[in-house]
Nanobody, 121 residues
């Protein structure tokens, strides 16, 4: 059974930074993609950033230039460095492990439990 555990969320002021981590455990193939989604109440989950097994990356237009995704395959961990945070970045952030057919089409995969990020004065 694959398990994803996220950490690093919290409260930060506008313009600040946070680093999210997601550690995967269990029977994990090295042939997988990973990503971060976010969700606000009443809205669908939205892809924020993703990193393919080939190390190709995707960023939503709303985070380009501010967020950086990276992965450590030896530790089965994906990171999301978030800089210049804005109040509109407030959401629950979810880690995903699976396969992207395209950046908008993915397998069912596995999900973390979510970590809350609040950007506020």
């Amino acid at each position: 059974q694959v398990q994803l555990v996220e950490s690093g969320g919290g409260l930060v002021q506008p313009g600040g930074s946070l680093r999210l981590s997601c550690a995967a455990s269990g029977i994990i193939s090295s042939d997988n993609d990973m990503g971060w989604y976010r969700q606000t109440p009443g809205k669908q989950r939205v892809l924020v950033a993703a990193i393919a097994r080939t190390a190709g990356t995707y960023y939503g237009d709303f985070v380009k230039g501010r967020f950086t995704i990276s992965r450590d395959n030896a530790k089965n961990t994906v990171y999301l460095q978030m800089n210049s945070l804005k109040p509109e970045d407030t959401a629950v952030y979810y880690c995903y492990l699976g396969r992207f057919v395209t950046w908008s089409v993915r397998s069912a995969g596995y999900w973390g439990q979510g970590t809350q990020v609040n950007v506020s004065l």
